[in-house]
């Protein structure tokens, strides 16, 4: 094979051609933009072509341009990572990485949740963040059904009229092993919530046996697998939660407050240090030219796999 044809075959391949474009994207952000300065000092200038960088690459990902509020995020998050990267780069911890941006970030937030915030908190805390929570950690009602189903895939049209002399039959005494079709869908389950039962058997459903009052067989309720009918076996009303009943996920939700409150009280901290401005493209140009100055830390997505 003559030089010629390897080549002709290598252009042909769908990765060379995919590095050619890259190559060429790069080269005319460079043109455009030009390389990027690293700034330094206590000022923040968010410049057009760092914001029409943010824009590009949210472009990419979401096929389509953020819309203002979402630039105003990415901007502020931006610049969260810039002052990241300054105080790490002042406390020498860009030396042992090279993924320096976002490892920076991730390493001056895990520095300025301290150990305090990440205590266990006491029985008594625990208790008293309950107390202040307890809506967010009601338990929520929970029943125990059987069904039995006319299948729509074998019956058709038929499905509802056939479920009603299911009915009749079950109401009459039937056993119900004996009666419907047969599926690869439970013909009990135990003690559920309503999002469980919406998970077997879709939201429809879900909503028709938590509504049901009395006791009995009744239906039919439609779903996507045909006609059921149902018999609600138990009910266990939804309460309050005790702190036995929710006890880890109190702990982690705690702790993970405390470094929450952490990082953004460091952020809160530094933003008084620097003073930024943005410099917003059109037609964006009418947003906010300072940040937000008291930020929710939002974590930074890994850039690579551990």
């Known amino acids: 094979m003559n030089v010629r044809s390897l080549l002709g075959r ?4 769908p990765l060379l051609q995919f590095l050619v474009l890259g190559i060429a994207l790069f080269a005319a952000n460079a043109l455009l933009h030009g390389k990027e300065q690293r700034q330094s000092g206590d000022a923040i200038t968010i ?3 760092q914001v029409g960088q943010l824009i590009e690459s ?6 389509r341009a953020p819309s203002r509020g979402e630039l105003m995020n990415l901007v502020d998050d931006y610049i969260t990572e810039e002052i990241d990267y300054r105080e790490g780069v002042a406390m020498g911890l860009d030396s042992d990485d090279t993924i320096v941006r976002r490892r920076m970030r991730q390493k001056m ?7 305090n915030a ?5 029985e008594a805390e625990m208790q008293a963040w309950l107390a202040l929570h307890a809506a967010d950690y009601r338990l929520p009602e929970r029943r125990a059904i ?13 499905a509802p009229s056939d479920a009603q002399a299911f009915l009749t039959k079950l109401q009459s005494g039937a056993d119900p092993a004996k009666v419907g079709d047969p599926s690869m869908l439970p013909a009990a389950t135990p003690l559920t919530t309503e999002q469980g039962i919406e998970q077997l058997f879709g939201p429809d459903f879900a909503v028709a046996v938590f509504k049901r009052e009395g006791k009995g067989w009744f239906g039919p309720i439609a779903s996507p697998f045909g006609q059921h009918l149902v018999n609600v076996m138990e009910v266990e009303q939804g309460r309050s939660a005790t702190l036995d ?25 530094m933003r008084k240090r620097y003073s930024v401005t943005i410099d917003w493209p059109e037609p964006y140009n009418d947003l906010p030219k300072t940040p937000d ?6 974590k930074a997505p890994d850039e690579v796999a551990e």
């Not at 290598?10 to 391949?13: K, L, S, V, Y």
């Not at 937030?109 to 150990?115: G, I, P, S």
């Not at 990440?118 to 006491?122: D, I, M, N, R, V």
Request: proline letters at 4%.
């Open 146 to 158: 059987r069904q039995v189903l006319a299948s729509g895939d074998k019956r058709g049209a038929k």
């Open 109 to 115: 937030e895990f520095l300025v949740e301290d150990a």
């Open 47 to 49: 410049t057009q072509g």
């Open 293 to 298: 100055p008291n930020p929710k830390v939002k």
């Open 58 to 63: 949210y472009a990419l990902l979401a096929g």
């Open 118 to 122: 990440s205590e266990a908190p006491t």
């Open 245 to 269: 009943d929710v006890r880890d996920r109190i702990n982690s939700d705690m702790i993970e407050s405390r470094r929450a409150k952490a990082r953004d009280d460091f952020q809160a901290r």
């Open 10 to 13: 290598a252009a042909r391949e």
